[in-house]
């Protein structure tokens, strides 16, 4: 067994197979670990022992909260309110099927170029967990929780009719990867579209709905744009690059806030229409401009040579950009990229200062204003908060999760 | 500053470059980066099947010659002349210089996101229009011609110096150039792969190739190179056969130059 008479090919280094190396009992080795990094010294010993009693306080005095003190009614009763808030019930299902087409692509995307893993079966268990927990407390809304639930089945379906359809390159393959990236790009205007394409006006999105469009609109828009203001910006082209560099200095002088206010007031003498629409228009401005600095960090990082290569091989300067510079600089750039995505996602918050848009904070705010729950301050942003986390979390681990499939042949 | 005249007539290739004509004419090319001149009025011609191996300082200005012979650098004055097309800012005179220039960068520059098939079969599909399964035929052709066929579904990260300069050589030749510029095709690797693409270098140019390389392998250029010429301080110091060159130089600039190195 040990010894294979197979003729090597001369010159090649055949290692010896991988051997299972001997363990110690987990009794032991359990011992050991606790005796070596909980209880090292006198000192250490007093640490953990402090460190478990704040931490057991905590958790004691967390869970005391969630289950025994705090009122939950504030988010069942008004759960409506924060989810959708303004936008017309009749025109609810329009909503669970944007959840719904959201969910497919999610599934379509993961089986195409990634699979789900251990942790994201966990976050989806959770997430769902938390999500029928709220919807079933109040009692009639039973059908919000199974509209859920039947997104979730909608995802794991398209993940495993995708992930059947196998890796290796092929016209499949090809098809398979052209229809779901087209579906990708094409995601944020069809969603716009499900939405919206009945009797539901733009004015009307509201709640956590309203976050869930402005934040995608920032990102894609931002990136929209970005992307050309950081490739004008290495011009070399006097006008083209002091355009770009005075239009990212100027967007980035002032605050979000700043620029929403100007949505509100000059806006509306200059394009009018809609003020979502303004305030979609102002997000992806600003945020292109964070993006365009981002992209332009990776352009100034990617060695000379590739331009020149890319040129000896007779590209022209658009096909380089395209095809040689474009792909890896977006690749480096997909970390800060995703900051701003995440920092966007929040900053959504910001357009409940201007009136009378309201998201799911605003909406919050409005649901402790209710004489009834009053008291309950805590429990409705400590929900808000949560929601926010949650979604920002998905972000950063589907970002991982993209750096570590791209990271394919990396330098 | 005088420059060796007539040395293509050298009996020992007479025979293979008898009736080959100028392919690349090179006539006072000047090329100033800012206040510091890097070429100062460099005249030389190349004739078809060639091998001019270029020889000089760091900072002589060689690599900006050849880098100037397919426009990554633009010379200031002079004129430079490839396959009797005139350089200038004439676009499609550079798209056309460029598709019959071949080159080999020292730091190989393939593109880290493409497989190696995908960096051989990008300029013939993207610049040539030819059909895929076509220019993966052709990759695949001149993979083997450099020795690596295995490793074409491989990513550049994961070869060897050595095999990555053969990739970049393969994705030069696709492009099917009339003439390949080697830029210190060897300084970047380590010592026991300069071989293998020497090697692929000398069959190249052993197939009619028209090449000038930038190189510090001396034993390459006295081998296989027709003819050699030295640099120094942006200028065209001497030329002739790698026997003239190594047993009577005439500039004191070049015997200082070779007794350095040899």
């Known amino acids: ?21 001997a363990r110690r009992p987990f009794s032991v080795r359990a011992r050991e670990w606790v005796r070596r990094n909980l209880f090292p010294s006198t000192g250490g010993t007093l640490l953990t022992i402090a460190a478990a009693v704040v931490l057991g306080l905590l958790l004691i005095g967390v869970l005391w909260f969630v289950f025994i003190d705090a009122n939950w ?17 009749e025109e609810a299902w329009r909503l669970w099927v944007g959840m719904g087409f959201v969910f497919l692509l999610i599934g379509l995307t993961y089986g195409t170029w990634s699979s789900f893993g251990r942790r994201d079966h966990l976050f989806v268990a959770v997430s769902g967990v938390f999500v029928v927990f709220i919807m079933a407390h109040g009692g009639t809304a039973i059908w919000s929780s199974v509209w859920f639930l039947l997104a979730v089945g909608v995802m794991y379906l398209a993940y495993a009719l995708t992930a059947r359809i196998p890796r290796e390159l092929g016209p ?8 779901v990236g087209g579906l990708l790009i094409a995601s944020l205007p069809l969603a716009l579209v499900i939405l919206l394409s009945g ?23 931002g990136l929209v744009i970005g992307i050309p203001l950081a490739i004008g910006r290495a011009s070399t082209m006097k006008t083209i690059s002091w355009t770009c560099t005075a239009y990212i200095e100027v967007v980035r002088g002032a605050p979000l806030l700043g620029w929403l206010f100007v949505a509100l007031f000059i806006l509306d003498d200059v394009i009018g229409g809609e003020l979502i629409v303004r305030a979609m228009v102002v997000m992806a401005v600003f945020t292109a401009a964070y993006m365009a600095e981002s992209i332009r960090g990776a352009l100034q990082a990617l060695p000379r040579g590739q331009f020149e290569a890319a040129h000896a091989v007779g590209l022209s300067r658009m096909q380089a950009l395209r095809l040689i510079i474009m792909p890896q600089a977006l690749r480096i750039s997909i970390p800060p990229i995703v900051g701003q995505a995440i920092a966007i996602w929040k900053d959504t918050t910001l357009v409940t200062i201007i009136l009378p848009l309201r998201e799911l904070k605003g909406n919050a705010d409005s649901a402790i204003a209710q004489r009834e729950f009053i008291d309950d301050r805590i429990e409705a942003y400590i929900f808000v908060a949560v929601v926010f986390w949650a979604v920002a979390f998905m972000m950063s681990r589907i970002s991982q999760r993209i750096e570590r499939t791209l990271g394919v042949g990396e330098r | 500053m005088t420059t060796h005249a007539g040395v293509t007539d050298a009996a020992a290739d007479g025979d293979r470059l008898a009736d080959s004509q100028n392919i690349i004419v090179a006539e006072n090319v000047d090329k100033w980066f800012g206040d510091f001149q890097a070429l100062d009025n460099v005249t030389m011609n190349v004739r078809e099947h060639e091998i001019v191996v270029i020889l000089g300082p760091s900072g002589s200005g060689k690599s900006t010659f050849i880098r100037c012979l397919n426009r990554l650098e633009e010379h200031d004055a002079g004129r430079i002349i490839i396959d009797n097309i005139e350089m200038n800012d004439d676009v499609r005179n550079l798209n056309a210089i460029r598709s019959e220039v071949g080159m080999v960068f020292q730091q190989f520059n393939l593109f880290p996101h493409l497989s190696v098939l995908g960096n051989i079969t990008l300029g013939p599909q993207k610049v040539r229009h030819m059909p895929k399964a076509e220019a993966q035929q052709l990759a695949m052709q001149h993979l083997e011609r450099v020795g690596i066929p ?5 990513y550049p990260a994961q070869l060897s110096g050595g095999q990555q300069q053969r990739v970049a050589i393969a994705r030069a030749l696709a492009m099917q150039p009339k003439i390949m510029l080697f830029d210190e095709p060897t300084s970047a690797l380590d010592p026991e792969m300069i071989k293998e693409v020497l090697d692929v270098m000398r069959e190249l140019a052993e197939s009619g190739m028209t090449m000038i390389v930038v190189t510090h392998e001396m034993g390459f250029a006295r081998e296989v190179a027709d003819r050699l010429v030295f640099f120094d301080e942006g200028a065209l110091v001497e030329q002739g056969t790698p026997q003239h060159f190594f047993e009577n130089p005439e500039e004191e600039r070049t015997k200082l130059f070779l007794s350095q190195i040899l």
């Open chain 1, 172 to 179: 499949i393959r090809t098809l398979q990867q052209r229809v």
């Open chain 1, 1 to 21: 067994m040990a010894d294979m008479p197979m003729q090597q090919p001369p010159g090649r280094i055949i290692l010896p197979p991988h051997r299972e190396r």
């Open chain 1, 73 to 89: 009614r504030i988010i069942t009763v008004n759960r409506w309110l924060l989810f959708a808030g303004g936008f017309p019930r």
């Open chain 1, 199 to 221: 009797g539901a006006s733009v004015r009307q999105l509201d709640g956590f709905v309203l976050n869930l469009v402005l934040a995608p609109v920032g990102i894609v828009g």
């Open chain 2, 150 to 154: 295995e490793q074409a579904d491989k």
